[in-house]
């Protein structure tokens, strides 16, 4: 079982309103990773970190924002949430070095703009 | 573009049959790839995983099998279980250093 925990679990919140979804790892994992799901589709790359104050975009453009300041903790902002974010968002983190590329995730943050 | 993908969104199988999800990449340069199993309201669970040079490898009833000449991943399950109703994901790594790459998931239904 991974050490990889995101809050809140579920949110509903209405358009225009600024949230932020939290990830907090304890493997003391350097590299973390945002992605974004649909119902039943593929996960879609939006935001990555190879460490403190590294960020970088993903495959998928996304209107969302991320930080980096401690190893630990990778939270992803929305400024001004629209419907069109609705959707499911994984954290996910994986163990120093190249040879090592697999994933960690947790368990995910049901978002609901209405 | 370039993309990971499954052959079929869904498979239906009895409870004691084995499983096989196929899945097509289009990278030749991909070194290392990957399946996970995401069960409905959770995040996606590491099964096996398997490197470029590798045909073959073995999990607790879990086989990824990788034909290179024709770009084809499979993960066979043996005695499938009601418990083993998920969807399944494949992912590729195009290149060193870089995130994994998930194609379509295929959902796996097990009826006892």
């Known amino acids: 079982e991974a050490d990889i925990y995101q809050t809140p679990r579920y949110l509903v919140i209405g358009t225009g309103k600024k949230i932020t979804l939290e990830c907090s790892q304890t493997m003391g994992h350097d590299k973390m990773y945002w992605y974004q799901q649909d119902p039943g589709m593929e996960l879609h790359l939006i935001h990555y970190s190879y460490g403190v104050n590294s960020t970088e975009k993903g495959d998928l453009s996304s209107e969302s924002t991320v930080s980096r300041i401690r190893t630990e903790h990778f939270p992803l902002t929305l400024e001004s949430a629209r419907p069109s974010h609705t959707s499911q968002y994984l954290c996910a983190s994986s163990e120093p070095g190249q040879a090592s590329k697999k994933l960690f995730f947790g368990s995910g943050t049901q978002l609901s703009v209405l | 573009g370039e993309s990971v993908g499954l052959h079929l969104p869904t498979l239906s199988v009895q409870e004691g049959d084995n499983s096989i999800i196929n899945c097509a990449y289009s990278n030749s340069a991909s070194d290392y790839f990957i399946w996970y199993k995401q069960e409905s309201g959770k995040g996606p669970q590491f099964i096996i995983d398997?490197?470029?040079?590798?045909d073959k490898r073995q999990g607790q009833r879990v086989t990824v099998l990788l034909n290179k000449t024709v770009k084809h991943l499979s993960l066979q399950i043996a005695a499938t279980q009601p418990g083993d109703s998920a969807v399944y994901f494949c992912a590729e790594n195009k290149k060193a250093g870089t995130a994994l790459i998930f194609g379509k998931g295929t959902t796996l239904s097990v009826s006892s």
């Open positions: 398997i490197r470029s040079n590798m």
